[in-house]
């Protein structure tokens, strides 16, 4: 989703924003300002007992993933960015934002990719179901 709300991107770092997560209507909860991710990277959120990594991509998009490469089980919001893939630090997955597919071995299981959009300045995302 970009400012108008229109795609998904997430980026990384190692910041948490898990405060003032409230739910909304169809399942979105608030998850952060939108100033809180950084200009290129990932965050992590605890929305309901799930880890979500929030992503801005290159472009500026942002998207919502599962926090947990699909290879070795550790946190992707750690990793890099770069265009629209995040890097898992510890072996090199790479995976596609928009998808969750792998494009870089070793993982060969896609990630959950989870609606999200911009309302107002705030990023909301949906874990109840994936796109």
């Not at 991710?37 to 998009?61: E, F, H, T, Y």
């Not at 494009?103 to 990630?111: K, R, S, W, Y």
Request: net charge negative.
């Amino acid at each position: 989703m970009n400012a108008e709300g229109t795609t998904t991107v997430t980026t990384a770092t190692t910041d948490d924003v898990t405060e003032n997560v409230t739910e909304g209507a169809e399942g979105f909860v608030r998850v952060c300002a939108l100033d809180d991710l950084p200009k290129v990277g990932a965050v992590q959120a605890d929305i309901n007992g799930k880890l979500v990594a929030i992503v801005r991509d290159s472009a500026g998009d942002v998207h919502a993933i599962d926090d947990t490469c699909s290879h070795a089980n550790v946190s992707l919001s750690e990793g890099d960015v770069e265009d629209t893939a995040i890097e898992c630090w510890l072996h090199g997955s790479r995976f596609d934002l928009r998808s969750g597919k792998p494009i870089g071995l070793p993982a060969t299981t896609p990630i959950a990719v989870y609606p999200g959009k911009i309302d107002g300045g705030d990023v909301f995302v949906s874990v109840t179901k994936e796109n």
